[in-house]
């Protein structure tokens, strides 16, 4: 199982936190993980997850598109930051 | 071996204790920099602002700044780095962001603020969200803000 965390705008457009993938088969890298997703909860998520500028990260440090996952991986999603 | 101290919060802050604090960490100190960033009393448009929530990635979060304060001591000699952040509600004119950095000499310490405080604004995993009477809306990134980056690549 991974968990996948959503933060700021795309949390809220999605209304959701968080959400748990026990199915791995057939998603492995981070951007299978993020089409998986984007097919799978209607057109709210298919938008929000298909915008260009979506940072992804895997157990807390960003990644690229085809950075493989595994079992137990913590990924997120997340626009650009805006700290500071 | 140079210190590092970093805090996130939603207290308020004391700009002058944590110059203190930061001073005391070690007696080598020549120089230090701060720098302190506020909420805007108004918005881009000009609009008074109600408040500002920041969220933000625990755990993640704390790694990031640690992880740039690092580079930031691999390029420059400094003695001690504290970042302190707030999270959550935040009013106008709260102070936002507070990042000092103490070295022998004042030009490392220059340099190590202005670093730390430029890669905190774009690769720590903050989001900001505005209210004004016109409505809540989040922050997009500024591109002056990875430009800014990229000078900091180039060199």
């Known amino acids: ?84 | 071996m140079s210190s590092m101290i970093v805090r996130l919060q939603e207290e308020r802050f004391e700009p002058g204790s944590l110059q203190s604090t930061l001073f005391d960490e070690t007696n080598r100190t020549g120089g230090l920099v701060t720098f302190t960033g506020y909420v805007r009393a108004t918005d881009a448009k000009g609009i008074p602002l109600k408040s500002l929530f920041l969220e933000h990635y625990p755990g993640m979060t704390e790694k990031s700044i640690k992880g740039i304060i690092k580079e930031a001591l691999d390029r420059w000699d400094i003695e001690s780095t504290c970042v302190v952040h707030r999270v959550g509600l935040l009013l106008p004119r709260d102070p936002i962001v507070w990042v000092g950095s103490a070295a022998t000499h004042r030009g490392d310490a220059f340099n190590c603020c202005e670093f730390v405080m430029d890669y905190l604004k774009t690769k720590a995993p903050f989001w900001k969200k505005e209210e004004t009477e016109e409505g809540v809306r989040w922050i997009d990134s500024l591109a002056s803000d990875g430009d800014r980056i990229a000078r900091w690549d180039a060199s």
């Open chain 1, 1 to 84: 199982m991974i968990k996948v965390f959503f933060f700021g705008r795309l949390r809220e457009t999605l209304n959701a936190s968080s959400i748990d993938i026990s199915d791995l088969s057939e998603l492995a890298t981070v951007d299978k993980v993020r089409i998986h997703l984007s097919k799978s909860y209607g057109p709210i998520w298919e938008e929000a997850l298909n915008q260009s500028n979506i940072v992804i990260s895997v157990n807390q440090v960003v990644v690229s598109a085809d950075t493989a996952i595994q079992d137990g991986d913590e990924l997120a999603f997340f626009p650009p930051m805006t700290g500071g």
